[in-house]
């Protein structure tokens, strides 16, 4: 399978603990996005990446939220003391261009506790 | 005001039917535009990209209106696998709007 992948893809924690979340793109994608999307909305915009640089950051990205992508190949996101508020789906994306179609992991559903 | 607005819907329309809906973005320098669907507890998949002359796949028309800042999608023939929720996305702004629901009915 040669599409966005993303890991885990459930993930329960308690309020208060950290978690990591995983998006590997397609191979030949320069581009990578994170989206947070809760039920009933469209995916709202945190961050994204051109190969290894981060060049936008969403202003719902707090300071418990960082992201990297130190090879310009996979990214991880992680959120730093867990809210019950962070509780959502958490969708990587990635594009060859910044004007080009984006294609979907299956996302990583939190559930913070 | 929201940088992308869709009527929610639901539109609940019988097999067959057409059924059109639109999208409303407010950055008139907007240039790059897509509607996505996205069926219950999925991730978004792409359908089609908007041109400004507005494009056909199939059964599904998407037209952008640059005027008044809109674009649309029109399905026509609507089958049952139709039902999902369309999102349209404001692509050079990283926006997608809330979608709007469809139900095609037997």
Redesign the interface.
């Known amino acids: 399978d040669t599409g966005v992948s993303q890991n885990p893809r459930h993930k329960i924690t308690k309020r208060g603990q950290n978690v990591t979340f995983r998006c590997d793109p397609i191979s030949e994608h320069n581009r990578l996005y994170w989206y947070r999307q809760t039920l009933g909305q469209g995916p709202e915009f945190l961050t994204y990446f051109q190969n290894e640089a981060q060049l936008e950051k969403s202003r719902l990205l707090s300071d418990r939220f960082s992201a990297e992508r130190p090879k310009g190949s996979f990214s991880t996101l992680e959120i730093q003391r867990t809210e019950q508020g962070d509780s959502a789906m958490y969708l990587c994306a990635s594009s060859p261009g910044l004007a080009d179609e984006q294609y979907f992991g299956p996302g990583t559903r939190l559930t913070v506790t | 005001r929201k940088e ?1 607005e ?1 009527d ?1 819907g639901p539109f609940n329309v019988p097999e067959g039917a057409t059924v059109a809906f639109n999208c409303t973005y407010s950055n008139s320098a907007s ?2 535009f ?1 509607w996505y669907r996205q069926d219950c507890r ?5 359908l089609m ?1 908007v041109y400004s002359s507005g494009n056909e796949d199939g059964r599904f028309t998407a037209q952008l209106n640059r005027a008044s800042q809109y674009i649309s999608l029109l399905i026509r023939d609507s089958k049952l696998s139709d039902s999902a929720t369309y ?1 349209c ?1 404001v ?2 702004k ?6 709007t629901t469809v139900t095609v009915r037997a």
């Open positions: 992308v869709q929610p240039q790059s897509f999925k991730e978004p998949k792409l990209s999102l996305v692509r050079d990283l926006s997608f709007g809330a979608g």
